[in-house]
DNA sequence: ATATAAACAGACTAGTTGGTTTGTCAAATA
DNA sequence: TATTTGACAAACCAACTAGTCTGTTTATAT
């Protein structure tokens, strides 16, 4: 008698899909990959999604976005002081990733530069998660400079947007350097930036370990 | 009689090829889109290129380190204040790019996070693209360190690869926001950053116009 | 002028790829 | 219990795709 688990089995698409794509891309991720990954056939596959595209669509709706909502959007909106809460998460996810994941870069940013120009469906759905994304760093700052603790000088929709940009570019570029050193030296500047964007009372409250290694 | 010029006939598929890639990535670059653009055959085109792996790599060498040497290592390289020079030559690339150039990105960035982890050759040349790149601005800063106007506390080489990155990155996130008044915003906080990057002396020399619209 | 090699033209092919179709089996439903 | 439906299995297919092969035309060297 055969196990049936549904929810189980589009689970499992989803991730050998994503994990595909992840190193491939969009187009270079291939249905017959998937099946042999996961051991399951065509047949299954197409039942619970249409076609290829609906894959790929589940996949930033539901997996990339949830992620963001875990490891951002949850993080900054219970955080006192953005920048610090930035800063570590930032080397939280550097900490969990070894050179070969450091290679195969954020599949957010993957996804973006693939397939928004050539794909509308795609784009609307990345566009929704930089929003959600950028906007919890919006608010958390708008947040810290009510609280005092950031500059009331800046612009925290822009700055956000910014930030989150910086952040994917170093990423993107730390793709293709052998050296890991590349990316830390580029996550000091980052870091600094950040640091720039607190006021003097919120720089007093910052912990002296935090800024020691500036 | 039919006028034979292999130089140009190479071109022609180098400068079509790239256009198709800079759309549809490397992997989407179809050869027969190719042939149907120039007008070429199999029997040319395979004549010229190997496969069509020589064909991308023959375009980041040539066509994408050669532009990358003419717009930024050339200005660079003659300018007495980099920071102003990076500022112009970003003000430049942005005013010659209408909205579907914007979403299409910099092939550089875009062949980085497709190719580079998953073909060895590509992620070599695009590293090397970069290591002139961001060698260029940080010979740039090092002098303007040494002529006065850029601040003496700040690493050159660290800042130039977080400045590409930075840019990169701006770029990238562009590309799947429908409002260009995105970029211009992200383009802003970057500026700040800049111009952050100044000594007093290198503040005081900087044009008005160019600081006002901060 | 002739030989040789470079620069093509274009039909052909082998392997791939997303997707379909038909059928089976288990579980919910009536 | 009978029946319908959801969840798969797997053979099959048509379109595509990079690359090859043979032949032809043009340029170049002698």
């Not at 076609?51 to 909106?77: C, F, S």
């Not at 290679?103 to 959600?132: A, H, W």
């Not at 990316?183 to 935090?210: F, N, T």
Request: charged share 30%; proline share 3%; with cysteine.
């Amino acid at each position: 008698m055969v196990v049936r688990n549904p929810d189980e089995t589009r689970t499992k698409i989803l991730d050998a899909a994503l994990d595909e794509i992840h190193l491939r891309g969009f187009q270079g991720m291939r249905v017959d990959h998937i099946l042999k990954r996961t051991g399951l056939t065509k047949g299954a596959l197409y039942h619970h999604f249409t076609n290829k595209q609906a894959i790929g669509y589940a996949i930033v709706d539901e997996i990339l976005g949830q992620d963001i909502m875990e490891r951002w959007v949850g993080p900054l909106e219970k955080s006192a002081n953005p920048v610090v809460t930035f800063i570590e998460i930032c080397e939280n996810e550097r900490a969990g990733k070894n050179a070969s994941q450091i290679e195969k870069g954020c599949p957010v940013n993957n996804l973006t530069q693939e397939m928004s120009p050539i794909d509308e469906g795609f784009r609307e759905r990345l566009e929704k998660v930089y929003q959600t994304w950028t906007g919890a760093i919006a608010e958390s700052l708008e947040r810290g400079i009510n609280n005092g603790v950031v500059r009331d000088d800046i612009h925290p929709e822009k700055v956000a947007k910014f930030l989150l940009a910086s952040l994917q570019g170093i990423i993107g570029v730390a793709k293709c350097c052998k050296e890991e050193s590349v990316l830390d030296d580029m996550a000091e500047c980052m870091r600094d930036y950040l640091i720039s964007l607190l006021s003097q009372e919120g720089l007093s409250q910052v912990d002296l370990d935090i800024l020691k290694a500036s």
